[in-house]
C-alpha cells in the first residue's frame, strides 16, 4: 500500500522516534508499505516519519535497478570516516535541493526484519542515503545541515511548502 508523504511543514519531522521494541506483523507490513511508497516517488530513501510513523525504520535503495531493498530497525551509526560534498534531495521537501557535507564512509548497526543484528558499509551515496534517513529518526532534516546563505536562498520555496502543508495540499 502506498502510503501519503509527510511534507517539511508538518511536526512529526522535528521529532525523535522511538526505538521499535517488537519486529511484529504490523512493522513488517509497515516496512513493505515504505518501499512501496519510497519505489513509487523514485525515492532512494526513506524513514518512518515521513509517512506519519514515529518509529526507528529506515529503508534505502540506491541500486538504478532498485532491487537492492536495504531496511534497518533502530540503525545506529558505529563508525564514520571522510567527508564529501554533494548535492541532496528529501521526499518531504519535493522541489528542493542543497550540497550538503557527509561522510564518505559509515558503517551502521540495526536489526533487520528476522530480528537479527545486522552491520552495514555505506560507502559514497549509500553512507549519505543511511546519515540522510537516520537524520530523519532524529528529526533532523538536510536543510539543518547546510550553511545559512543557501538556507536564505531557499526561504521561499520553504515558507510555501510549509504553507501547502498546513492547507494539506501538496
Ligand atoms: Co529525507
Known sequence: MVLELRIYGDSILKR???????????IKSLAANMAETMYLNKGVGLA?????VSKR??????SKEYNSLITLINPEVIYKEGEEVAE??????PGISAEVVRPSKVVIKGLDLKGKVVEVV???LASR??????????????IDRINKEKR???RKELKEL????KKGIR
Open 16 to 26: 525523535s522516534s522511538l526505538p521499535v521494541t517488537k519486529i511484529d506483523k504490523e
Open 122 to 124: 555505506g560507502e559514497g
Open 152 to 154: 536564505r536562498e531557499l
Open 88 to 93: 541532496e534531495g528529501c521526499l518531504s521537501l
Open 48 to 52: 518512518a516519519p515521513q509517512i506519519g
Open 129 to 142: 542515503a543511511f546519515l540522510h534517513e537516520i537524520d530523519h529518526l532524529n528529526g533532523i532534516l538536510f
Open 57 to 62: 525504520i529506515i529503508i534505502i535503495d540506491i
Open 162 to 165: 510549509k504553507r501547502l502543508a
